[in-house]
C-alpha cells in the first residue's frame, strides 16, 4: 500500500488542527472524508459559524461529516462506508470505542505535549504557566483512557523565557504537522513501535503534570506569587483567555481587567502585594514577592487591548490604586 491508496478520515475542529490536514491534502495523501463540529451560531448576529477545518475541507471538496453525537447508527454506518484504513485526531471529541476501533491500521491522536506529561484539554497554557522551558508533540493510538495510548512518535522545542500560549501554538502546530506526516509514514512502512506510556513514567521517573480545560475562575491572577510565577501565569493565557485581575481606585471603585503581556524586575521592595508602583509616567509596576510585574499591554472593561503606554494616556492609574 502507498500514501495515494491508504484511505485516511481525519477528524479535527481549530486552527491547530488545520495544518496537518493540509500538509496531508497537499502531499497526495488519500484523505476520504473530514469529521468535525456542527455548525454554531457565533457573535452578536448569531452568524452560523464553521469551523476552521470545515473551513479548510469546504476549499478541498473534501467530504464533511458533522456529527452531533458520535454513537449515533446513521453516523457510523456513514463513516464506515468511506472504508479507512487510518484515522487520524487532532484537536477534536473524545471518540467512543466504536469509532477508533474501526480502521485496521488504528487510530493515532496528535497532542500537544510530551506526554505522559500533560494529559488534558490545556497542555500549551500549563506546559507555560509551570515554567518548562521544553515542551513538544506526541502522536499516539487510541485507547480507552483519555491520552494514554502507546506513543508513536514525539517531537521537542524550546520555550522561550517569554514566549506566550500564541508562540507556542503556532510552532507546535507546524512542528505537529510533519510529525503526523512522519507518523503515517511509519504506519505504512510498518515500522510504528508503539511505546506503553507507563513505559516511559517508569524509566524516567516522571511525576505526572496535568493539564485540565482552562475556564475563567482559572484564569484570575494571584499577585501573592514569585515574580517568576506571575510572569509566567500571564503568558500561559496569552492571548486567549488572557489573565485577569481586579483593579481599585481610591475609592473602591472595581474594575475587572485583562493582561495580555508583562515584564519581570526583580529586586526587592517593602511594599504592599497588589500595590502600584509608577516610577516613569508611561509604565504601571505591581509589587509581588521578590519584585514587581510591569504591565505592557492591559485591556480595561469595554475597551480595546492597549499596550500600557497608550493606555495610560486615556485612563489615569496612580499609586492610590491597587490590584487584587
Not at 17 to 23: Q, S
Not at 40 to 59: C, F, M, N
Not at 210 to 219: L, M, V
Request: aromatic share 8%; proline share 5%.
Amino acid at each position: 500500500m502507498n500514501k495515494e491508496s491508504l484511505r485516511i478520515i481525519y477528524m479535527g475542529t481549530p486552527e491547530f488542527a488545520v495544518e496537518p490536514l493540509k500538509k496531508l491534502v497537499e502531499n497526495n495523501y488519500n484523505v476520504v472524508a473530514v469529521v468535525t463540529m456542527p455548525d454554531k451560531p457565533a457573535g452578536r448576529g448569531h452568524k452560523i459559524q464553521y469551523s476552521a477545518v470545515k473551513e479548510y475541507a469546504l476549499s478541498q471538496n473534501l467530504p464533511i461529516l458533522q456529527p452531533t453525537n458520535l454513537k449515533d447508527e446513521e453516523f457510523i454506518l456513514e463513516l464506515a462506508s468511506f472504508k479507512a484504513d487510518l484515522q487520524i485526531v487532532v484537536a477534536f471529541r473524545m471518540l467512543p470505542e466504536v469509532v477508533w476501533d474501526m480502521p485496521e491500521m488504528g487510530t493515532f491522536n496528535l497532542h500537544a505535549s510530551l506526554l505522559p506529561q500533560y494529559r488534558g484539554a490545556a497542555p500549551i497554557n500549563w506546559s507555560i504557566i509551570n515554567g518548562d522551558v521544553q515542551t513538544g508533540v506526541t502522536t499516539f493510538f487510541l485507547q480507552h483512557e483519555i491520552d494514554t495510548g502507546h506513543v508513536l512518535l514525539q517531537r521537542t522545542i524550546e520555550i522561550g523565557a517569554d514566549d506566550n500560549v500564541g508562540d507556542v501554538h503556532d510552532r507546535l502546530m507546524c512542528l505537529g504537522a510533519d510529525t503526523v506526516i512522519d507518523t503515517v509514514n511509519i504506519i505504512l512502512d510498518g515500522q510504528e513501535n508503539p511505546i506503553p506510556q507507563n513505559q516511559l513514567i517508569e524509566a524516567e521517573k516522571m511525576i505526572l503534570k496535568a493539564a485540565p480545560k482552562i475556564f475563567k475562575e482559572t484564569c484570575q491572577i494571584n499577585w501573592d506569587q514569585s515574580v517568576q510565577a506571575v510572569h509566567n501565569f500571564i503568558r500561559g493565557l496569552s492571548p486567549y483567555p488572557a489573565a485577569w485581575s481586579t483593579l481599585v481606585d481610591q475609592q473602591g471603585e472595581k474594575r475587572v481587567v485583562k493582561i495580555f503581556q508583562s515584564r519581570m524586575v526583580e529586586r526587592m521592595h517593602d511594599l504592599a502585594i497588589g500595590s502600584i508602583l509608577q516610577e516613569e509616567k508611561d509604565e504601571l509596576l505591581v509589587a509581588v514577592q521578590g519584585g514587581f510585574i510591569a504591565i505592557e499591554v492591559m485591556q480595561l472593561p469595554g475597551k480595546k487591548r492597549l499596550p500600557i503606554a497608550d493606555l495610560l494616556r486615556g485612563f489615569a492609574i496612580d499609586s492610590s490604586f491597587r490590584m487584587l
